[in-house]
């Protein structure tokens, strides 16, 4: 007992001790898992919380592409539509261009083909008209001599009637023509 001196410690290692054995005592086991259970509880709080704000957010991102791609969609479908419509129209003034140019086709043969048949009957007018001037003295002679039968003798005369309807051959070609 009186032998060995016991070291002193200083009053600073006998608190760090004391303190060492009362955290011991009072951070026993049960503490400790009551610490973590409610460490496990607040960090699922946490979780919890982080993850509606991120729904949320996540639902507000959502919203504004679907608002967005609506715009743009809406917008290309215009641009197209608006392509379309020109499309359509340039088509429509193309198929009335060529309808007015095929009309004026038509037209144009429609009025050639008049002129033509109108020179053609001219024509065979003409041609009649000559034939008829030409077979005319024969024609006269031929009903006269139906008309006045054997009764009297032309043959002495016929020279002088041909000579006559000959002379004045034009003015009856004339008063065919007119229709006199």
């Known amino acids: 007992m009186f032998g060995k001196k016991k070291p002193v410690k200083s009053a600073d290692q006998q608190l760090d001790e004391a303190a060492k054995m009362n955290a011991e005592h009072i951070f026993d086991d049960q503490f400790r898992e009551e610490l973590r259970n409610r460490g496990r509880l607040h960090f699922e709080k946490i979780i919890g919380e982080n993850a509606m704000f991120l729904q949320q957010d996540l639902r507000l991102t959502t919203s504004q592409l679907n608002e967005y791609m609506k715009t743009e969609i809406t917008k290309k479908l215009q641009e197209e ?3 379309y419509e020109q499309s359509i129209m340039d088509a429509k003034n193309l198929a009335i261009d060529s309808i007015e140019k095929t009309n004026q086709v038509i037209e144009e043969q429609r009025q050639a083909l008049s002129a033509e048949l109108s020179a053609q009957l001219q024509a065979e007018k003409q041609q009649m008209i000559m034939r008829f001037e030409d077979d005319m003295a024969e ?3 031929h009903y006269i001599l139906a008309a006045i039968g ?7 005369q016929l020279e002088y009637i041909i000579g006559e309807l000959s ?8 008063d065919v023509r007119r229709g006199a």
Not at 150 to 156: G, P, R, V, Y
């Open 81 to 83: 539509f608006a392509k």
């Open 139 to 141: 024609i006269v002679n």
């Open 150 to 156: 054997n009764q009297i003798d032309l043959s002495d």
């Open 167 to 174: 002379a004045n051959k034009e003015a009856i070609a004339e």
